[in-house]
């Protein structure tokens, strides 16, 4: 037998030799050759929007009371930024619930924000709505869905309008007229306010703001403000709709009114009557005679009402159905004027009387405005005692952008007042009085308006005024006298012991820079220059008159509610400039 034998060598070289194209068939072989490649895939960078709760349920609440505010997160969970487009509400009773959010309008990778939901029922039922967030995560919208229950209040809410109408009258076309209506809660319970809106024929026509909200306590009121602008000679309805949770909801307010051309006038009355032959009271009887003519509203802003004969005239102008409501100064006449503000507080519904905002250092604006139409700007009081010997002014105006300007500062002044026997409303100097065509507001605009008719004459100035004490005004007349214009000053020369400090060292700086400043003695009996009034330019290209009740102090021209107005009637400006230039004449030089 033959044994054949192979080496270990050779063996291994066939092994190799087979086993080869296996390997590479299967590409498993350790040593051996591969063409293939690997391919790595990298996600784009995705944002996420997650939500801490889909859900907000409250608990039932008293119907006109807002439950505890309910807080979700809103969370990117995702790598990159989350784009928010918008965070609303929706659903069948949305005007019962209330949503803010502190999210903007994007949210970093990681980053969170809050949506903060509120309830308020407004009577006794079940109420459903959704918050709905639209963002840039997949998946969007998401939503939260918001439920509550309503249960009956423990009493009853009334709603009470102090007017169902506003007639705005005749309005020239593209100017404006506005008028206010009071809503009371007369009830026990909250009144909830679930909305306020126009609507009707010519609603574009019209307009309305309140401070009403969306809950109204018991014994509370607020204010509906409604304006009117008319586009065309025409007549236009429209209405505004309350609606509550009161007895007889919605109530509605009518509102009517008129385009057309009206033709501005302007009448200057002057205390005590500039001529002598016409009778010391005749100015003032032309104010009775203008509150007694209305046939709508009568609205007053007075910082001293002491003439009973013209509290009585208000008192039966509210007899016959005119609306009469009156702001009167707190902060430093509130004695004076309680008598008056009793007396219009029960002489039933058409009279009401409020004290002033207790924000300004006082409430020295004097107007008068009848039927919405016409207003009196002045500078006299309503003090009988003084009507024969005290200099002062008043302008009758029916420009209808002044007078809508007086009637919309009325409005926001008598609602942050302190009604009879209530409570102080907001109070503060955030609001901004429009300036109409013609008007000068103090704290807003008084400053820069009394040293710009100072500043910008260029040959004349007649002054009156009642005060010296503000620093900025002194220099730029000895400023104004220096430069050559002549300044004729007529005032009182008050004493130490009068309300007024003593203007000597004034009337001294500006004698020494060219002024002519001729006074009065402060008597009783004698000319008292209370008017506050200036014409510059008299006659010239460059002329600027105003009257009003802005005072030359500090307080006057940027802590208290003032009125002035620029006059442009050339027979009102020739009538204060005669005026004025008699009284100069009839002083002492200083």
Not at 50 to 56: G, H, K, M, P, Q
Not at 104 to 123: D, E, K, Q, Y
């Amino acid at each position: 037998m033959k044994i054949l034998v192979i080496g270990s060598r050779m063996f291994r070289n066939v092994l190799t030799a087979i086993a080869l194209p296996l390997c590479f068939v299967l590409a498993g072989c350790s040593g051996a050759t591969s063409t293939a490649s690997t391919t790595t895939t990298t996600t784009p960078p995705q944002a996420g929007a997650a939500l801490s709760t889909s859900a907000i349920s409250f608990p039932t609440t008293t119907a006109g009371s807002t439950a505890t505010a309910v807080t979700a997160t809103l969370t990117n969970s995702g790598t990159a930024t989350l784009t928010i487009s918008g965070i609303a509400l929706g659903g069948t009773n949305q005007s019962n619930f209330g949503e803010t959010n502190n999210c903007g309008s994007s949210l970093a990778a990681g980053a969170s924000c809050t949506i903060t939901a509120t309830f308020t029922p407004s009577a006794a039922a079940t109420y459903n709505a959704t918050i709905t967030v639209t963002d840039s995560a997949t998946g969007s919208p998401q939503t939260i869905a918001l439920s509550g229950s309503g249960s009956a209040t423990s009493g009853s809410p009334t709603a009470t309008l102090s007017s169902s109408t506003i007639a705005f009258g005749t309005v020239a076309v593209g100017n404006n007229g506005s008028s206010s209506v009071t809503v009371s809660n007369s009830g026990t319970a909250a009144l909830a306010i679930s909305g306020i809106a126009l609507g009707g024929t010519n609603q574009a026509d019209f307009a309305q703001t309140n401070t009403c909200g969306s809950s109204l306590a018991a014994g509370a009121s607020c204010t509906i403000t409604a304006s009117f602008t008319p586009a065309a000679a025409a007549s236009y309805t429209a209405t505004i709709t309350i609606t509550d949770n009161a007895t007889g909801s919605p109530q509605t307010i009518a509102l009517t009114g008129t385009g057309g051309t009206v033709t501005i006038t302007h009448t200057l009355l002057v205390f005590p009557a500039a001529f002598p032959d016409t009778l010391p009271d005749a100015s003032v009887a032309q104010l009775y005679s203008f509150i007694n003519g209305a046939t709508k509203s009568i609205d007053m802003t007075m910082y001293e009402l002491q003439d009973t004969v013209f509290s009585g005239d208000l008192v039966a102008a509210c007899a016959k159905g005119v609306k009469v409501r009156v702001v009167l100064d707190a902060s430093l006449e509130q004695s004076s004027n309680t008598p008056a503000y009793n007396q219009l507080n029960t002489s039933g519904a058409n009279c009401s009387a409020v004290f002033s905002n207790v924000a300004f250092q006082a409430t020295h604006q004097k107007t008068i405005t009848v039927d919405n139409t016409t207003s009196a700007i002045m500078s006299l009081n309503l003090q009988t005692q003084y009507y024969s010997t005290t200099r002062d002014f008043a302008l009758l105006t029916n420009d209808p952008a002044d007078v809508a300007a007086i009637e919309t500062t009325f409005g926001m002044d008598y609602a942050a007042g302190t009604p009879y026997q209530g409570t102080q409303g907001t109070s503060d100097l955030s609001y901004v009085p429009p300036n109409g065509d013609d008007l000068i507001w103090s704290p807003t605009t008084a400053q820069a308006d009394m040293l710009g008719l100072i500043t910008g004459a260029k040959s004349t100035i007649l002054l009156e005024n009642e005060e010296m004490g503000a620093a900025n005004i002194v220099s730029a007349l000895e400023t104004a006298c220096q430069n050559g214009v002549t300044v004729h000053i007529a005032m009182v020369n008050s004493s130490t012991s009068s309300p007024f400090s003593d203007y000597s060292t004034e009337f001294k700086a500006l004698e020494a820079a060219g002024c002519g400043v001729k006074t009065y003695p402060d008597t009783t009996t004698g000319l008292y220059i209370h008017a506050k009034a200036v014409v510059a330019d008299f006659g010239l290209s460059t002329q600027k008159v105003y009257m009003g009740s802005i005072n030359y102090s500090n307080a006057s021209m940027t802590e208290n509610r003032e009125l002035g107005i620029y006059v442009t009637d050339p027979t009102a400006v020739g009538l204060l400039e005669t005026t004025m230039t008699s009284d100069y004449a009839g002083a002492t030089t200083f």
